[in-house]
């Protein structure tokens, strides 16, 4: 099973970026997959997560309104549009799967993608 995610890179305070989790190997019927972002000196915090079967998503509360998680079946690849980025959303993002709610923390992950760094200047 991999996740892939891309899709990070250098944007300015205001602007937006799509991140991508490509799945393989399995698909995910059933599970909650969503993103978490860690800071440099910070612990990992969950940002979003989505069922993949019923579409039912979570936010941290800092994103709300400011993110939208979605998943395209077909082509087994979950988003996280993020619009408005700031500073604070200066992070690497990371992908990541699990049979229970993702928003309970990072420990609960069952997979995991590489990270995508996403730096928002001021």
């Known amino acids: 099973v991999q996740l892939q995610a891309s899709g990070g890179g250098l944007v300015q305070a205001g602007g937006s970026l799509r991140l991508s989790c490509a799945a393989s190997?399995?698909?995910?019927?059933?599970?909650?997959m969503g993103w978490f972002r860690q800071a440099p000196g910070k612990e990992r915090e969950f940002v979003a997560s989505?069922?993949?079967?019923?579409?039912?998503?979570n936010y941290e509360d800092s994103v709300k309104g400011r993110f939208t998680v979605s998943r395209n079946s077909a082509a087994n690849t979950m988003y996280l549009n993020m619009n408005s980025l700031t500073p604070e959303d200066t992070a690497v993002y990371y992908c990541?799967?699990?049979?229970?709610?993702?928003?309970?923390?990072?420990?609960?992950?069952?997979?995991w993608g590489q990270g995508t760094l996403v730096t928002v200047s001021s």
């Open positions: 190997g399995r698909t995910f019927s059933g599970n909650n």
């Open positions: 989505i069922w993949w079967s019923s579409g039912i998503t």
């Open positions: 990541a799967a699990s049979r229970t709610s993702l928003a309970r923390g990072a420990p609960l992950a069952d997979y």
